[in-house]
C-alpha cells in the first residue's frame, strides 16, 4: 500500500516549494552578495542594479540546468528509486514531468537575464555621454566599460564581445531545444524532437565560454583604491594626477564558475550513458514473438540478469526497447504486458510509425531474430493500480496494454479487488490481442467485470452497419469463447454511476491510457461524478 494521497500531496508539495525557494535563494544569494560587495561598488555604480539582476537570474539558471540532468538519468532514478521506501517511488516516476518544469524555470530565468543585460547595454551607453565626473572617469579609466565610444550598431557591437556572441549563440540554442520540444512537434515529428534535444549538450560549453566573457568585473585594486574614499567629487578627478590618493581602479572578469554547478549532474549522466552501453553491448535473451490482428507484434524476452532493478517490475511499468538493425539511436518505450510475477518481460508494440513498422517487418520476414535490446523497466501512473480496492481501467486501442499486466497479475495472484476493464478499440481484430487473457481472466477473478466497446469509427458506415448486423445474428455475443462486445463509445454517467452504486469504498481509482481527448474527457467525468463520500481518483497516460 503506497501512501495516502494527500501525504502524496503534500509532499510534491514541499518539494515543489523547496525548488521555488531554492531559485529565489540563488537569485537574492547573488543579488545581494554583489550588492553588498566592495569590489563591485563601481560595477554597480557604472551599470545600475541590472547587473546585479542579470547575475542573480544566471545563478537561478545554473541551479535548474544541474538539476535538469538528473531528470533524464533513467538508470540512477531507477536505482534510487529500488532503495527508497516503495511509497516513495511516485517520486521518481514523475522525473519527465519535473524535467519541463525545470526548463520552464530556465526559460523564465534566461528572459530575466536576456531583460537585464539590455539594460547593462543601455546603462553603459548612458555612461558614455554621462557628464558625472564618476561615469566619465570609469569609461575613460580602466576596463569596466563595455564599449569605450558611442556604438554605430548595437549588433556589431555585441558580437564583437565574447560574453556577447557565446550569448546569442546560447539563445539560440535555447531557443531550439525548447521549441522543438512544444507537444505537436514532439508527437508529428518525435525524431526531430529528439536529435534537436541533443543541442542541449552545447549549453555547457557556451556557458562556460560565457562565463569567461568577463562581461561582469570586480575591482582588484582595494588595497590602494578605496572606492568609498576615491569615488567622492573632491578625489574623483583626479585618478590619472601624478601623486593623487586615488590611482585609477583596475578591473578583473572572474573565470567562469558554472562548471561548478554542472560537474556532478554531468558525472551522473556520464555513468548513465555508460550503463546505456552496457544494456547495448548485453542484448536480452529472446524468448518468443508473434505477429497479432491489425499488425501487432508481441514480443517476449527473458528477463535481464545485469539488470540494475534486480529484474523486479510493477504493474504498469514500460521498457525502453531498441532494435540496431532499424536503428543503433533510437529507443521507444512499451508498456509491459506480463505481469511482475512472469519470469519473462513482454511488450506489444503497434504499427504507428516508421520505427514501429520495420520492427514488426522485421520480426515477420526475418528468419534469423534480430539483437534486441532493453532498458528498464521505468514508472508509470499505472504503477498506482494496486493501492485502489476498485478500478476503472479504461484504454483506447493499444491503450489498455498497462490494464492487461494488471489483469494478467491480478488473475496470478488471486486479487479480489473489483475492476472495471473498459476497452474501446476501432476494429474489432484489436480485441484478439489479449482475447485469451481476458476470457481466462473473466473466470478466475471474482470481481472482473470487462466492458469492451467497438466504435467502427474507422469504417464507412455501410460497412459498419454489416459489421454489427452479421455481430448480433452471430452466436458469439451469447457465448462464452468470445468477449461480449457493445458498439459506439461507452456511457460514462451510466459507467460511473453503476461503479458509484455498486462500490464499498470511498476511494475508486481511474486510470486511463490513450488520446489526451479520452483522457481529458474521464478527467471531466472523474471530477463530476466526486461527492463527499465517493471520491474518483484519476490517473492518467498518453502514448
Ligand atoms: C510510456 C509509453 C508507453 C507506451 N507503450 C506502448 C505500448 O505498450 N504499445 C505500443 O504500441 N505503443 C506504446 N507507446 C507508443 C510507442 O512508444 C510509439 O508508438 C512508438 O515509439 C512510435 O514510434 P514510430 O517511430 O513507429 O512512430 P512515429 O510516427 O515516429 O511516432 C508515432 C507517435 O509515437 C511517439 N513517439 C515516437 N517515437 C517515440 C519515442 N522514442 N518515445 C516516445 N514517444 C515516441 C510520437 O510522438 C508520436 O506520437 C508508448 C509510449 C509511451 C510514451
Known sequence: MGLERERRFQLSFLITGGWILANVACFTFEYFNLNQREEYFYTRNFFGHSILFSRGAAQAINFNLSILLFTVCRNLLAFIRSIFPKEFGFLFDNAIYAHKRLSYAIIIWSIAHIGAHYYNFLHN????????????????????????????????????????????????????????????????????????????????????????????????????????????????????????????????????????????????????????????????????????????????????????????????QYVYVKLPAISIFEWHPFTLTSAPEDGF??????????????????????????????????????????????????????????????????????????????????????????????????????FLRVMIFLTLSNMDPATAQDVIYAKVNSSEGNNNKSLRKNFGRPNWDKIFDEVARTNQNANVGVFSCGPKPFTDE?????????????????FKENF
Not at 522 to 538: H, V
Request: proline fraction near 5%.
Open 522 to 538: 474521464l478527467r471531466d467525468i472523474s471530477k463530476k461524478k466526486s461527492t463527499d463520500q465517493l471520491e474518483f481518483t484519476f
Open 345 to 446: 518481460l513482454q511488450v506489444h508494440i503497434r504499427s504507428a510509425g516508421d520505427w514501429t513498422q520495420n520492427a514488426i517487418r522485421l520480426f515477420k520476414e526475418n528468419q534469423a531474430i534480430p539483437k534486441i535490446i532493453i532498458d528498464g523497466p521505468y514508472g508509470a501512473p499505472a504503477q498506482g493500480l494496486d493501492e485502489f480496492q476498485t478500478i476503472i481501467c479504461a484504454g483506447t486501442g493499444i491503450g489498455i496494454t498497462p490494464f492487461a499486466s494488471y489483469v494478467r497479475s491480478a488473475m496470478i495472484r488471486k486479487l479480489e479487488s473489483r475492476i472495471y476493464f473498459v476497452w474501446i478499440a476501432p476494429r474489432m481484430d484489436c480485441f484478439e490481442w489479449f482475447d485469451d487473457l481476458l476470457r481466462q481472466a473473466e473466470a478466475k477473478v471474482p
Open 125 to 316: 551607453y548612458a555612461a558614455l555621454s554621462a557628464s558625472n565626473t564618476i561615469s566619465h572617469q570609469l569609461v575613460n579609466n580602466g576596463n569596466l566599460s563595455l564599449f569605450k565610444i558611442m556604438p554605430a550598431e548595437l549588433a556589431t557591437e555585441i558580437v564583437s564581445l565574447q560574453a556577447g556572441v557565446s550569448g546569442i549563440l546560447l539563445t539560440l540554442v535555447f531557443f531550439i531545444v525548447f521549441t522543438s520540444s512544444a507537444e505537436p512537434i514532439r508527437r508529428s515529428f518525435y525524431n526531430l524532437f529528439y536529435y534537436l534535444h541533443h543541442f542541449t549538450f552545447l549549453i555547457f560549453p557556451l556557458l562556460y565560454w560565457h562565463g569567461n566573457g568577463h562581461a561582469v568585473k570586480r575591482q582588484v585594486n582595494l588595497d590602494v583604491h578605496d572606492p568609498a574614499v576615491c569615488s567622492l567629487p573632491a578625489y574623483s578627478d583626479s585618478w590619472n594626477d601624478p601623486g593623487s590618493i586615488c590611482p585609477e581602479p583596475v578591473f578583473q572578469g572572474s573565470f567562469s564558475q558554472s562548471w561548478k554547478w554542472f560537474i556532478l549532474s554531468n558525472g551522473f549522466y556520464t555513468i548513465e550513458l555508460i550503463i546505456r552501453f552496457f544494456h547495448f553491448i548485453w542484448p536480452v535473451d529472446y524468448v518468443s514473438h508473434e505477429i497479432l490482428p491489425s499488425d501487432v507484434l508481441q514480443l517476449k524476452v527473458r528477463k535481464s540478469t545485469l539488470s540494475v532493478r534486480k529484474n523486479s517490475h510493477f504493474i504498469g
